[in-house]
């Protein structure tokens, strides 16, 4: 079926209206709207617990190896998102059991099984990058 051409302007004028933020504040806002995890930032920090860590597992290597601040903060933000996908992926357990509670009722949602496992791939990839990491630079 065709378009009519009433609606073709219509469609013409509404987009006209919506071209996003015009601000430097409203984009950064909205740069931010698919943030729901934080496990794929680009800006994120890393708390001193993890610095100290990246730190000590530098040390470890001994004084033969030299390790550049980078490599501590990469690490670092490696091992807090590791922590933060075990976090998550308890919590996904707890759901999980609920709605196996549940299905034994005659009740199926799966939404907690499908989150566990992308959890789960995630996580493989991180320990995969994490491990890349550690042996290239070592």
């Not at 995890?37 to 100290?52: K, M």
Request: charged residues 20%; proline residues 3%.
């Amino acid at each position: 079926t065709m378009t009519s051409m009433r609606k073709r302007l219509a469609n013409a004028r509404n987009a006209q209206k919506s071209t996003g933020p015009r601000t430097p504040v409203g984009r950064a806002k909205s740069s931010r709207n698919a943030l729901q995890h934080g496990l794929t930032a680009r800006d994120e920090v890393v708390s001193q617990p993890w610095l100290s860590l990246a730190v000590a597992l530098a040390v470890e290597q001994g004084p033969d190896v030299s390790i550049d601040k980078a490599w501590i903060v990469i690490s670092a933000r490696y091992l807090a998102k590791l922590d933060q996908l075990r976090q998550m992926k308890a919590q996904s357990l707890t759901a999980l059991e609920a709605q196996c509670h549940a299905l034994s009722y005659g009740v199926a949602d799966f939404t907690a099984l499908r989150a566990y496992t992308i959890l789960d791939a995630y996580e493989r990839r991180v320990r995969s990058a994490l491990s890349k990491r550690l042996t290239q630079s070592l």
